[in-house]
C-alpha cells in the first residue's frame, strides 16, 4: 500500500580523511617521532659513555694486572720485573696507551715501551685528569694545572704510582680520568694510590 510520503535518508559523508584532520595527524606523528629519535640518541650516548668508561678502567686494570705478574717484556728478554701503566696526554684526549715502564721511575718516557694503543671514536673523548694531592688539593688540567697523567704498578705491591707532567717525585692521593661524550654526557674513572679502580657517575 503506497502512502505517498516518501522517506529521505540522511546522507552520510564519504569515508576518509579532510585536508584538515590529515594535517593534524601527520604532524602529530611527526611530534612523536622526534620525541622517540632525541630520546633514543640520548639513551645511546649515555651507554655508550658507560661503557667507555668500563673500557677505560678495564685497561687500568690490565696495566695493574701486567704489573702485578710474572709478566716478561719482549720474548726471551729475561725482564720480569718491569712495571706497568697507563699514560693520559691531554694534547691527545682521543687515545692513552699502556706502557713498560722499563726505567722504573713510574712515569712515561720516549725510551718505554707502548705496549696496547687505545683509540677513542665517535666525538668521543677524555675530558678531564685529575690528581688529588697528600694534602687533599685536586689539580685538574681543564684548569690548566696538569697535562699528563701517568698511573704505574710494579710487583709486588697492588699500589698504584700517580704521577702527572713527567714528575716522578710528587706523590699524589688519588687520580681521576673523565670520559664524555658529543652530547655532554659524562663518566669517570677513580684509581685510589692504593690500587683501588671504581667507574662512577661524572658531573
Known sequence: MNTGVQRIRPKHPQGGFSMIELVVSVGILVVITLVVLVNYAAFGGSVLIGSLAYDVGLSIRQAQV?????REFGFGSGQFDVGYGVHFDMDSPQDYFIYADL???YIY???DGAQEVF???RGFSIKRVCVTTVSSTELCSDT???NVLDITFVR???DAYIRVDGDAGTVYQSARVV???PQGAE??????STGQISVVPGS
Request: no cysteine.
Open 179 to 181: 670520559v664524555g661524550s
Open 156 to 158: 709486588p705491591d697492588p
Open 144 to 146: 690548566d694545572n696538569i
Open 103 to 105: 726505567d722504573k721511575n
Open 109 to 111: 718516557n720516549a725510551d
Open 187 to 192: 663518566r669517570e674513572v677513580t684509581v685510589e
Open 119 to 121: 683509540n677513542i671514536g
Open 66 to 70: 701486567f704489573g702485578l705478574s710474572v
